[in-house]
């Protein structure tokens, strides 16, 4: 069953008169380009662009060529006002799907593009930043957690650290306990996808 919705008189509505329901018979329809709805789509458009971004996992942004940026996702904010000269050169250098940024153009405006900075260890160091504050990690727990989520082994972490094996144990653990996590693969999931 397929509906048309019109508007009238400020509501949607169907049939015969401005309140009657849609008429179950006629197709639904949604119509682009008419008047009004180019005020909406601009008064929609900046937050649903915002919005987008923040799903993007990695630093991202949207930049008009050659060197203009005109907004970022809160990784790319950090990322920038970290390594400055870093994302400028990553901006502005070629794009590459296997290493370094992806651009995705944007039809309508060809001197605009979204560009991804695929950074695997720079967005660990961003993950790890919010996963200390949000899960509420000591500065050592934060530490043997950078690793773990690395993929490193209890004794691999101690030589790092300079601490026995045991102790890596004993901060596992309280990692697993502080995170509601009931084993060290849900932990490493949760590090990189349980982000606020």
Do not use: Y
Request: proline share 7%; hydrophobic share 45%.
């Amino acid at each position: 069953m397929v509906r048309r919705l019109t508007r009238r008189r400020g509501s949607f509505a169907g049939g015969e008169g401005p309140e009657s329901e849609p008429s179950d018979a006629a197709a639904t329809s949604l119509p682009l380009g008419e008047e009004g709805h180019a005020a909406d789509l601009a008064r929609i458009a900046e937050p649903a662009l915002a919005s987008a971004l923040e799903a993007i996992p990695s630093p991202a942004f949207v930049v008009r060529f050659p060197a203009t940026i005109l907004h970022g996702n809160v990784r790319g904010r950090t990322l920038f006002a970290n390594e400055k000269d870093r994302v400028i050169a990553l901006l502005r250098g070629p794009a590459s799907p296997l290493k370094g940024p992806v651009h995705f153009p944007i039809g309508s405006a060809p001197d605009h593009a979204v560009v991804v900075i695929q950074d695997p260890e720079g967005d660990a160091r961003t993950r790890l930043a919010a996963v200390t504050q949000r899960w509420g990690l000591t500065p050592r727990q934060s530490a043997v957690l950078a690793l773990v989520a690395q993929g490193d082994s209890n004794r691999s972490v101690a030589l790092r650290l300079g601490c026995s094996e045991k102790t890596v144990e004993l901060h596992v653990s309280a990692l697993l306990a502080k995170t509601h996590r009931a084993n060290r693969s849900q932990l490493v999931a949760g590090f990189w996808t349980d982000l606020a």
